[in-house]
């Protein structure tokens, strides 16, 4: 099964059992599971992350009970991808790093799962352990995981202030990757706020709103004009906050109050989302 990682920043694009018409014809379908895979990529495909995991896991308990290892991986990197969108780092990387490992058992190498894996310690904040995955991710002969790869690492570059490897990031994208990520790493190369605000419009056109919001406050970092710059932070806290990431919604709406001069737009990100 195919997968497409594209800005696994802000999820992962989920695989399905069903409906693939690259998939070869192999032993009759099981309808229990494909039922609960369909289930599972309705509620995802209607941010609802936390009913997706819930038939993920569903179907991953009936992919060992099948002993099909394809099964296994595709149910086990749908249930990661599930809880990585729903904010639970942890549990993400939990589920795949059990689920490849049970796949090297089996003689099967998944580099999907160590993309999840690499996210998951990106956003709980250990950019060493995530940085560490990705270098070695970013030589992957497959093209998505690569350009995800440099993605991740360009974001931990910009973050750590090195510049070197952002260029790397940057230079080593394929023309094949996601604009948005593209447009993302280039604004943080150049500084470029209307960089950074393009890319804002890029990743509302794909639904990415965990994206979208950081985007928004890369462009309230770039922005000069202290009012304007809290006004995008106000819009990135609100979008935070209401898709349940309480924690960078009090961060950047805190920014957003520090730096406004126009006392409606203090009060506004006062208030909070």
């Excluded at 089996?106 to 060493?128: P, V």
Aim: proline content about 4%; glycine content about 6%; some cysteine.
């Amino acid at each position: 099964m195919t997968r497409a990682f594209v800005s696994l920043l802000m999820a992962c694009a989920v695989a399905h059992l069903v409906g693939c018409a690259s998939r070869p014809q192999g032993p009759p379908q099981d309808e229990t599971l494909a039922r609960l895979v369909r289930a599972g990529a309705s509620a995802y495909d209607l941010e609802r992350p936390d009913e997706a995991a819930t038939q993920y896991r569903a179907a991953l308990t009936r992919a060992r009970a099948r002993d099909d290892a394809g099964a296994i991986a595709d149910a086990g990197f749908n249930l990661a991808a599930a809880e990585l969108r729903a904010g639970k780092s942890q549990a993400a990387m939990a589920t795949a790093q059990e689920v490849e490992a049970e796949l090297a058992r089996r003689g099967h190498a998944d580099h999907g799962f160590d993309l999840i894996i690499a996210t998951a310690l990106y956003r709980m904040g250990n950019l060493a352990g995530a940085d560490r995955i990705a270098s070695v991710l970013a030589t992957n002969s497959d093209r998505q995981i690569a350009d995800s790869a440099w993605f991740l690492r360009g974001l931990i570059a910009d973050e750590r202030g090195d510049r070197a490897v952002l260029q790397a990031a940057v230079a080593s994208v394929s023309p094949t990757a996601d604009p948005a990520d593209v447009t993302e790493l280039r604004a943080r190369l150049d500084r470029d706020p209307a960089l950074a605000l393009k890319a804002v419009d890029l990743r509302r056109t794909a639904l990415d709103y965990r994206g979208m919001a950081r985007a928004l406050a890369l462009a309230a970092q770039l922005t000069s004009d202290p009012n304007a710059a809290a006004e995008l932070y106000l819009r990135a806290g609100r979008s935070a906050a209401a898709q349940g990431d309480a924690t960078l919604g009090r961060t950047w709406l805190a920014k957003a109050r520090d730096l406004a001069r126009d006392p409606a737009l203090r009060a506004a990100a006062s208030r909070g989302p």
